[in-house]
């Protein structure tokens, strides 16, 4: 969580309910938001990071944002995804867009 809070805790979230981090002046879109707790990663970066530097797949995505998001923004956090691509060498879906073995 401190990561998290060291490179996203300037977050905020915008009028649609989408959340945000402004950076020399633009305005990047971290996630998508829901009126249901449903949140969606669409920061290519945020993605990368939480697979690479931390390990993290698709299941494990819940228990690192729900407290987080819970306690930083008061938010209700029922589910938590990122973007997978479908791989032709396997047939399966990876979090990035060349085949790896899982």
Same mark, same amino acid.
């Given at each position: ?19 945000? %981090?402004?950076?020399? @002046?633009?305005?990047?879109?971290? /996630? *998508?938001?829901?009126?249901?707790? $449903? ?11 939480? %697979?690479?530097?931390? @390990?993290?797949?698709?299941?494990? /995505? *819940?228990?690192?944002?729900?407290? $987080? ?34």
């Amino acid at each position: 969580m401190n990561w998290l809070d060291k490179n996203y805790g300037k977050m905020f979230k915008g009028p649609e309910g989408d959340y945000y %981090i402004k950076e020399n @002046g633009l305005y990047t879109k971290i /996630l *998508l938001g829901s009126k249901i707790g $449903w949140f969606y990663i669409v920061n290519e970066e945020l993605q990368n990071d939480l %697979i690479d530097m931390f @390990g993290v797949n698709k299941s494990e /995505l *819940l228990s690192i944002f729900k407290p $987080w998001m819970e306690g930083k923004f008061d938010v209700k956090v029922t589910e938590v995804t990122y973007t997978t691509y479908h791989c032709n060498t396997c047939g399966k879906y990876h979090p990035v867009k060349h085949h790896i073995k899982e």
